[in-house]
């Protein structure tokens, strides 16, 4: 059972908009930034979006996170066949002496 | 290029300890400015961050598994590691290593390494 919460399964036809949410509470979403994550098949997960909204130099502007009050959405736009993929929502979590949490995944398919 | 590559055994006994190592390169642990982290994905898919360290030697454990971690890092070698004792089948999992960057709720995991399987099998 994760901490964070997120759709099992997102999908989209190429071009289109989609987007996966993901829910936390005041611990962690509430107080901290969100990062996304994404895993191609047999790979490692891939920093996609850090700090809410912020991408990597290389991650497409297609790619868009933003976050309010303690949940956090990831947005792709312009959907291409290579997006399709595992998206991890994670954040920080102060309860206890603090530690990552992470979201169940995402997984997205284009049609 | 930070690169991060785990090594060590595919297969682990039950009740043994599980011992794997990540190499560093490209970029120094004796530098600081970042955490060393551990983190296991399920067969299910699901991610778990086991804990990390600081090129001090401070660490953070999560606290479902700090009875059983430690995690040590080696300057000189430019490698941490982790061991999990007396580990069951609960703990089969790809094991990545990755680095972590930022202060801890504004940090995030920027460069990870490939991943290892550990099964525990008798």
């Known amino acids: 059972q994760s901490v964070l919460t997120q759709p099992p399964s997102a999908s989209g036809t190429p071009g289109q908009r989609v987007t996966i949410s993901c829910s936390g509470s005041?611990?962690?979403?509430?107080?901290?930034?969100v990062n996304w994550y994404q895993q191609l098949p047999g790979t490692a997960p891939k920093l996609l979006i850090f700090n809410n909204n912020k991408r990597p130099s290389g991650v497409p502007d297609r790619f868009s996170g933003s976050k309010s009050g303690t949940s956090a959405s990831l947005a792709i736009s312009g959907l291409q066949s290579e997006d399709e993929a595992d998206y991890y929502c994670a954040a920080w979590d102060d309860s206890l002496n603090g530690l990552w949490v992470f979201g169940g995944g995402t997984k997205l398919t284009v049609l | 290029q930070v690169q991060l590559q785990e090594s060590g055994p595919g297969l682990v006994k039950p009740s043994q300890t599980l011992s794997l190592t990540c190499t560093v390169s490209g970029a120094s642990i004796s530098s600081g400015g970042y955490y060393w982290s551990w983190i296991r994905q399920y067969p299910g898919k699901g991610l778990e961050w086991i804990g990390y360290i600081y090129y001090s030697g401070s660490t953070y454990y999560n606290p479902s598994l700090k009875s059983r971690v430690t995690i040590l890092v080696d300057t000189s070698k430019n490698q941490f590691s982790l061991k999990l004792r007396s580990v069951t089948a609960a703990d089969t999992a790809v094991y990545y290593c990755?680095?972590?960057?930022?202060?801890?709720?504004?940090?995030?995991?920027?460069?990870w390494g490939q991943g290892t399987l550990v099964t525990v099998s008798s």
């Open positions: 990755a680095r972590s960057v930022g202060w801890f709720g504004e940090a995030h995991f920027d460069y």
């Open positions: 005041s611990s962690n979403i509430g107080s901290n930034t």
